[in-house]
């Protein structure tokens, strides 16, 4: 079950990678599919500021090195967005 999982998911996010990068699809879906893939990072990098938060409360140095990792996750992730569509 999880291989399926895993398997429809990346079909999907290949698919909208690959189509927000293609000359061949139209603007405006190609600005749906990049804000589409925004919002999902954001969400992911989201989830993990909350839960380095979450453990910033029990232990101070495993949630500074969550926030830490989820910081340095943002910086490369915005380079590599930079790169790619800009």
Same mark, same amino acid.
């Given at each position: 079950?999880?291989?399926?999982?895993?398997?429809?998911?990346?079909?999907?996010?290949?698919? %909208?990678?690959?189509?927000?990068?293609?000359?061949?699809?139209?603007?405006?879906?190609?600005?749906?599919? /990049?804000?589409? /893939?925004?919002?999902?990072?954001?969400? %992911?990098?989201?989830?993990?500021?909350? /839960?380095?938060?979450?453990?910033?409360?029990?232990?101070?140095?495993?949630?500074?090195?969550?926030?830490?990792?989820?910081?340095?996750?943002?910086?490369?992730? /915005?380079?590599?967005?930079?790169?790619?569509?800009?």
């Amino acid at each position: 079950m999880d291989f399926i999982f895993e398997l429809i998911a990346e079909l999907i996010m290949g698919t %909208v990678f690959e189509a927000s990068k293609s000359k061949r699809v139209p603007k405006p879906l190609r600005y749906f599919l /990049i804000a589409l /893939i925004i919002l999902f990072f954001a969400a %992911v990098f989201g989830l993990i500021f909350f /839960i380095g938060a979450l453990t910033l409360k029990k232990t101070v140095i495993g949630g500074i090195v969550i926030i830490a990792f989820g910081i340095l996750m943002l910086i490369l992730g /915005i380079r590599k967005f930079r790169k790619t569509y800009l």
